[in-house]
């Protein structure tokens, strides 16, 4: 899957995570300016899993490897930084099921996210920007 072996473990999956699901759906169902726009349901429900399913909400794969492990924000935000397969330089965050699992977020060890593409609120503070990159899963491999 990675590229490098079958050794490949799933740190994080969104469908897992029903706490992050319930803050954006609280967001969203609760302001103006907060969450992200409904074009494929309400995120995490199951119309929305339907759509990335079906593929009418597009997943995106980046492979690559990790390099730099940080705490971002005002060093309050665990990140990590990939190099992918083509050359890009991208910043995640570091979700992770359990301590155990972020611990396995090191440089040098092959990584892939997947994700989708949702727009955020028009009235959405400037610096969210106009789309989010959601992320559904994150597959650590062995060392590149």
């Known amino acids: 899957m990675l590229g490098i072996s079958d050794t490949v473990t799933p740190v994080y999956q969104l469908r897992r ?33 339907q759509k990335i399913e079906s593929g009418d909400l597009p997943t995106q794969r980046l492979r690559g490897t990790i390099s730099r492990v940080y705490m971002g924000s005002m060093g309050d935000w665990p990140c990590f930084e990939m190099s992918t397969d083509t050359g890009a330089v991208l910043n995640w965050t570091r979700f992770a099921h359990t301590r155990e699992l972020s611990d396995l977020y090191a440089v040098g060890k092959r990584v892939e996210v997947d994700f989708v593409i949702q727009r955020n609120r028009q009235r959405a503070p400037v610096y969210a920007g106009e789309k989010t990159e959601c992320v559904i899963e994150v597959r650590i491999g062995d060392d590149a």
């Open 17 to 49: 995570d029903t706490e992050q699901v319930r803050k954006v759906q609280k967001a969203t169902l609760n302001t103006e300016q907060y969450g992200i726009e409904q074009t494929h349901g309400l995120f995490g429900s199951d119309e929305w899993w």
